[in-house]
Structure formats: structure tokens, C-alpha cells
């Protein structure tokens, strides 16, 4: 069996290299995953330019992973070894603090942060705390669930938890990583819903998404268009 993992860490600003270190192994209450997919997300930029405040280098970015379980550490009862699993930006939380307490978890004020508090997924390998693992089917790609852990959960938490009821109208900004799947998410909770993006190259795609109406912004004004569609 192999003793170590190939990673790719920042060693410092603006400096990525592959190195190769001794397999971890997971302490109490943290899962070992074996990483199938790691999406590049926009904020991975934050830790190999070191811009998160309290970074420490080196650091291995990357919070949208997919993998399954290679070991648990001790405590951990929920996950089993092979076990499909992801994990994204959220790591992590104390589950002591105030505000984890009123349930405000991502506000932990001792939150853990994959890829920038702890290293992330550009790797063979990592560790995450079990807290902040999330079960994955079989049946989703590897390279298909990674964003969502990231674009997939901002999107689909901004619309479960806005006022809206089956049949509102939904304006989506944007029809780029985030918007193409806010698109698919208000489709499919039965929202009208409308793409706004600057020229009419995304049109089409947005329609096949779901949308039922494209403005360009370049071309009208998407504000006064969606109020004279109610």
C-alpha cells in the first residue's frame, strides 16, 4: 500500500508546486478522503495569492472535492470506509461557540475553511472534518458533483430561503458557473425564470436550462423589462 500522496500546495504567493507527502491519518471527529474530483473555484485564487487574511503557507487549495472515505478517525460513526462523500468551503465548526449554538454554523467563530484553514482538494488526498461531509450518490459523476458543493450550494440555498412561491417570477444574473445552475434550481422549483447576461450568445443556453425569457442588458434595460413582466 502507498505510504504517500501527490498535492499540489502553495509554498507561497503566487506559487503553486507538486510535492509529495506521507499519507495523514485522521484524528478524532476528522474523515481520510481519497479525492476523485476538485473544482477550481474563483475564491481559490484568495489562497494561492495568500489575500485570506490569517493564511499559512504551504496550503493545498481547493473546496469543491468528491471522493470517498479511505479511514476514519476515532468518534466518527456516520461514515464508513469507501463511503461516496464530498466536502466544500465550509469545513468545519466548533459547535461550542455562540454561534453555533443559534445554529449559525458557517459563522463559527472558530469555522474551519477547506483549502484555507486546513488543506483542500488539489491533492490525492485529504482530511475534513466529519461535521462537514456530505453524503454523494453513485449515480453523479465525480466532475459533475464537485461544483456543486461550492456554485451549487449558493445557489440553491440564495433561492430555498428566498420569499418565493411556485409560479414567482425569478430574475438569474449572470449566466456563467454560478447562474447556469440558480437557472436550473428555479426551473425546477417551479419558478418563471428569467436569465439576464450582457449580448445574446447565451440566449440559447439559457433557454435549454430553463429559462423562459433571456434579456440582454446590453440591448434594453433588464430592470424596466422585468417589471413589465410583473
Known amino acids: 500500500m502507498a505510504k504517500t500522496y501527490k498535492a499540489v500546495e502553495v509554498g507561497a504567493p503566487g506559487s503553486l508546486r507538486i510535492v509529495e507527502r506521507p499519507i495523514p491519518q485522521p484524528a478524532e471527529g476528522q474523515v481520510l ?3 476523485e474530483a476538485c473544482g477550481v473555484c ?48 465550509f469545513g468545519g465548526s466548533d459547535g461550542h461557540c455562540e454561534l453555533c449554538r443559534r445554529g449559525d454554523f458557517i459563522n463559527c467563530q472558530n469555522l474551519t475553511i477547506s483549502g484555507i484553514s486546513m488543506d483542500g482538494g488539489y491533492a490525492e488526498m485529504m482530511i475534513a472534518d466529519a461535521n462537514a461531509v456530505v453524503s454523494l450518490p453513485d449515480s453523479l459523476n465525480a466532475v459533475d458533483a464537485a461544483p456543486l458543493l461550492c456554485a451549487g450550494v449558493t445557489t440553491y440555498n440564495a433561492l430555498r430561503n428566498a420569499p418565493l412561491r411556485s409560479g414567482d417570477l425569478v430574475a438569474v444574473q449572470g449566466v456563467g458557473g454560478l447562474g447556469h445552475l440558480g437557472i ?47
Open 33 to 35: 478522503i481519497r479525492v
Open 184 to 230: 436550473q434550481f428555479a426551473r425546477r422549483m417551479g419558478f418563471r425564470t428569467v436569465a439576464i447576461a450582457r449580448g445574446s450568445e447565451k440566449e440559447k443556453l439559457a433557454k435549454e436550462l430553463g429559462a423562459i425569457s433571456y434579456i440582454d442588458a446590453q440591448t434594453e434595460d433588464p430592470a424596466a423589462t422585468l417589471q413589465r413582466m410583473g
Open 42 to 89: 474563483h475564491t481559490d485564487s484568495l489562497t494561492v495569492e495568500g489575500q485570506f487574511p490569517g493564511l499559512r503557507f504551504p496550503r493545498v487549495p481547493g473546496h469543491e472535492v468528491t471522493g470517498r472515505i479511505e479511514a476514519v478517525g476515532s468518534g466518527v460513526s456516520q461514515w464508513r470506509f469507501r463511503q461516496r462523500v464530498g466536502v466544500g468551503f
